[in-house]
């Protein structure tokens, strides 16, 4: 793996990570559950319950997403670190968003004591969360971000264990990057069937036929039916 790990403080001894079968098994069972989300949002929330459940010595999973020009998108799952998360976010500051920006892994060996987020000490030591890993997550072509695991004891994870969850944020991201591919795919067909809406209604033709002019118009442009379906519907909005 390329990412590389920043480590402060002293690390505590924590629960060995799953042989290799059990994390097969885990890969394979986070693989049936993102896929088969409702949505990307759904997904996101899968991820956070599995990762909360799935890395040894977590109470809390936090997922962040920067898209473009657009706002942070975060879920989490677990009974403590909401006010950390609320602090870290509200801020623009923390090791999930370092983790993010740096594309690095960020752990915190103790955050009552960690002078890179002073502001979190408090909500930290009110919530009884010690320690962070934060894996960056990075959907293709569309956001970047990271997945925050809490811990209740300083010292973070030890090396079994972060190497699982960097293989399951590894994984997510195959899967998140497909679930936005699907998604795509879904808002192209959904703009070109009621494109061919519009041109029925103008021509008073059949559905097969409104698909056919549809695509000839795009060839004869030299476009895609999805930027010609765009501009029909545009027009048809602006002389209504």
């Given at each position: 793996m390329s990412r590389s790990v920043w480590n402060r403080g002293p690390r505590a001894t924590a629960p060995s990570g799953p042989h290799a079968v059990e994390l097969a098994g885990l890969l394979h069972e986070l693989s049936v559950r993102l896929?088969?989300?409702?949505?990307?949002?759904s997904a996101l929330e899968r991820l956070a319950e599995f990762l909360a459940g799935a890395?040894?010595?977590?109470?809390?999973?936090?997922?962040?997403?920067?898209?473009?020009?657009?706002?942070?998108?975060?879920?989490?799952a677990g009974p403590s670190g909401e006010a950390v998360d609320e602090a870290q976010y509200a801020s623009g500051a923390g090791p999930g968003l370092d983790a993010a920006r740096t594309r690095s892994v960020v752990t915190v060996a103790d955050l009552a004591g960690d002078e890179r987020w002073p502001h979190l000490a408090e909500p930290a030591r009110a919530t009884g969360?010690?320690?962070?890993?934060?894996?960056?997550?990075?959907?293709?072509?569309a956001e970047v971000g990271a997945v925050s695991l809490y811990l209740p004891a300083p010292g973070g994870l030890g090396p079994d264990?972060?190497?699982t969850a960097m293989a399951l944020v590894n994984q997510a991201e195959?899967?998140?990057g497909e679930l936005r591919r699907r998604d795509g795919m879904s808002t192209d067909a959904a703009t070109v069937d009621r494109a061919v809406g519009v041109i029925i209604a103008q021509r008073g033709c059949g559905v097969r036929e409104a698909y056919d002019v549809l695509g000839e118009t795009a060839q004869r442009l030299g476009l895609d039916r999805r930027a010609v379906a765009d501009r029909l519907i545009k027009a048809a909005v602006r002389n209504a």
């Open positions: 896929l088969n989300a409702e949505s990307f949002a890395v040894p010595g977590t109470v809390r999973s936090s997922v962040a997403l920067i898209g473009e020009g657009g706002p942070l998108t975060c879920t989490a969360v010690r320690s962070v890993v934060a894996v960056p997550l990075d959907v293709p072509r264990p972060l190497l195959v899967l998140l």
